[in-house]
């Protein structure tokens, strides 16, 4: 694919390639300069460049596939739940929590996630065997696997995830013991996979809800909702912006990874582990700034 | 339009209707039961059903027009004065206000609106006639206009919008004198028209950018932008609800009607007066949702 | 003490008595008939009427004796993690947390009693203990102890104290491993004492800090800070109110009771388990307020 | 008074003066290094010492003053419009506001002497007239009287108190025009007056309501109530440092006076125009500290 050529020159003479988190050590120490894109077309056929087969730390990108699984086993009962909105300035992450009695605003920060996993747990009692077997056949990967050292990690900074769970739980809206459900949570968050292999899990999200093997996931409708979810709280706080930007259904991880759906057509994954302020990979977006742009692709 | 006709008979068999704004008493006394919705192709023509040719208060669906104007006199400075990420609960708006230092989160809070409209009086001097002249060019009702009988209402009860527009200015983020700031806003605010004369007038938003004659009113890529944050903030603390549902961009109004865009297929408005407790029309999102439902219409 | 006499028949008198606390079913099947008043003279000696000698769940008073102790052993060094202003709403305390970096406002929400239940702890090793056996000899008895069926109980229902104690230690400002902090608090809350027992312990507040057995517990300028942070903090989000209308120093527990100190004079404490909708004791709060306006005894 | 002499010593050698207020030229420009400090006795005797007969800008310190008007002359009514609660963070001033719907915390942020301002307005027709006839006579200097620069840079930077008006109005919390009230308010601020006259002016607060005349200015219980109000909520957002330091009610000013009382015994003001971040005079803080630690005064 020229366009992916180009993109990559591109991104490679572009100064500023933010700074990757540095939460915990195992991310910290990624190179900067790193960069991979792949585009998966509605068959599976995977395009790439530069690192497409470099497995990083898919962190928050995982929000998408446990919302995926946990709709697809519960249905509409999840939304009394978790709500579905934009969150606002992170800043108002308690607050708004504690004014919504203890219902996150969507799924995709880390309480409504939390939330989410909580019940995929109840549903399964491993919710992150589940969403490791999902993601293996649907990225057709049998070696996608956790990162026992980010998990650790992830699991040695958890206070701030322990309060979270804590706070819901004294709303009566997590079902499981804290810890248990910390052990799944920290585990989704350390899933490993390349650009290639979330390119090609996503597709059941441009296939309208059809899986890899040809089975039924989601309904449309299922599909579309979950697109729309992510359009509108995908990127954190900077979801207007990356809208505004992008004009796709993307979901970011603070990995520096970020997941994008042109609906009937491909989805994408971009990596690049510098982040900006709002934690969003920079030269991911610079670079699915330019996708769209130069292949007219947007949803609006 | 055939699915207009199913929508309109199943709207009037839904039991409930929301109740219709009060701040006002010009909105109060609105008959609840009339409902009305039309479709505009990108050439212009419109279908409709119900009461789609009574004009109503369009309230703060100017806000997309408004927008788009400044957008196009002013590029990409405006947004230094104004955000464009959802607000999260309207509950935040004014701690996001002090938080953000007098940048309002997007230009579909009031906040913003009065930012945007403060510049449009900037760049032409009378804001809301430069909006109502647009407004029927792009509709081609020459007859559009501002219903003196809201504006006052309006200005009788604007204490609110005048503490914000104080606060907006206390961080020199209004140029002009709040009082002709207001009297510009609340003439806005306060322009009838019927769901043919908005949905004609949306019509450059399916376009790609191009006016009701031909002209290039946005490029594509601001077409595509105005679109983005019609999605992200377009129907109050409900944006997500809505893209959910929906699927589209959409904003909405107090006084009962939404405008909503199918890019490149077709603009949309309804009208029912009775609102949910986000402030958007109980009919009219039904009406969306079963419209996107029943054509396969949807940006995701 | 006729003051007293006359106080007990003016409160059996009143309607409405509030509702005791029910978090916790130790607290909520409590008689809110009940009602217990004790003035401790500087020497100890105790006036009571009603069920003075009943004990009842001290609840958050024993924060002053706690915030003491530590004070008393740490010195000015505590104010670093924990701060003296009044928290303003209670529905602000997360948000206030999360603002101001961990560092709670006031030694007598419950995120500032961790904080120097914390550090009690590292002092000593045995924070609770510590507390029992102050209030032993301080109350002069050597039975006072920790209700273990309220320990229980507040252990099951902990989930929000151990919400900020991890939010806290996220940010590095609890040095315990939350699980031994939290049980150290919930011993705490679970000291069960008389008023004739606690109206003596805090004996030393009105005697510029000199112990029941003469010693020098506190400096005189370090007694008279904590019964300004009483005043300024002791009530919840009643503290204006309280010093309005009872002019004391005073600390109030969900358990129904309440210590004031009239420095230099006595100590009182009240008992009535019913509770207003802030918190504290409705016949507790009354009583007060009648103590002073009869015996004209207030610091202002 | 040795003590006096002995303080204003120290006060001249220590490092560190703060910043006077820079929001208005009148006051940006003042001297940091003027320090003057008056105690009035109860029969008016007045001792002081460095420039404590020089005139400066009262500023919040009149709220005292505008608040025992009102409540002598509306009595407890007055509280159903605003609280005595200390207001915690100044960052929540505006989301409070919201959340109690338009009734201020307390009558000594500016929201609170708003709605105070606006009473005596109703009541007297002339708020500030009235205040500064009460002024005169208290002080007993017929001089005293507004700064005429002072009022014209406070209406010129009025935004913020014109949008803390209008939002209460729009929860009909102000019965006058908002351009009327803020006239009034802004004359308030301005009261030019020194460290004589105001420790003698609020001397009837040591003398528990009795004026200067002898006659009944507030009950007994009035009078207490006000100097609580003071203690929880005189100085911004350091009630509770204020308290843990000097043990005294007072109420300051962003022109560098504070007021102090000790009832029964003497009334203080001290003048250093240096500022600390939470808006209280570095030096006059530090003075009314050295006052009470040499005194041994203090209400607690």
Redesign the interface.
């Known amino acids: 694919m020229p366009v992916l050529e180009q993109i990559a020159v591109e991104i490679a003479a572009a100064p500023g390639r933010g700074t990757p988190a540095d939460y915990i050590p195992a991310l910290a120490t990624t190179d900067p300069r790193q960069f991979g894109m792949a585009v998966a077309e509605l068959d599976g056929t995977v395009y790439g460049v530069g690192d497409w087969e470099t497995p990083f730390s898919a962190q928050s990108i995982t929000k998408v596939f446990t919302l995926a699984l946990c709709l697809s086993m519960e249905g509409e009962g999840l939304w009394e739940h978790v709500?579905?909105?934009?969150?606002?300035?992170p800043?108002?992450s308690?607050?708004?929590l504690?004014?919504?009695n203890g219902i996150p605003?969507?799924p995709f920060i880390n309480a409504g996630a939390l939330v989410v996993t909580d019940r995929l747990h109840s549903l399964t009692g491993d919710a992150s065997g589940t969403l490791r077997d999902f993601l293996r056949v649907e990225s057709g990967n049998p070696d996608l696997d956790f990162d026992e050292q980010v998990w650790a990690s992830e699991t040695a900074n958890g206070?701030?995830n322990?309060?979270?769970?804590?706070?819901m739980?004294?709303y009566h809206n997590i079902a499981n013991p804290?810890p248990v459900l910390l052990d799944e949570y920290f585990h989704q968050c350390a899933i490993e996979a390349s650009c290639a292999d979330l390119a090609r899990a996503a597709g059941f999200l441009a296939r309208h809800g059809i899986g890899a093997e040809g089975d039924i996931l989601l309904t449309r409708?299922q599909?579309?909702?979950i697109?729309?979810?992510m359009?509108?709280?995908g990127t954190y706080?900077?979801?207007?912006?990356f809208?505004?930007r992008v004009?796709l259904?993307g979901k970011s991880g603070v990995g520096g990874g970020i997941i994008a759906v042109v609906?009937g057509h491909c989805t994408l994954c971009v990596w690049g582990p510098g982040l900006d302020e709002r934690g969003n990979s920079v030269s991911g977006v610079a670079a699915l700034d330019r996708f769209t742009?130069l292949t007219g692709l947007?949803?609006?």
Do not use: I, M
């Open positions: 709500g579905r909105e934009p969150s606002g300035n800043f108002n308690l607050v708004q504690e004014y919504e605003r969507n206070d701030r322990a309060a979270l769970a804590h706070f739980a004294s804290v409708s599909a579309k909702q697109n729309a979810v359009l509108t709280c706080d900077a979801a207007g912006d809208a505004y004009g259904p609906p742009t947007s949803v609006f």
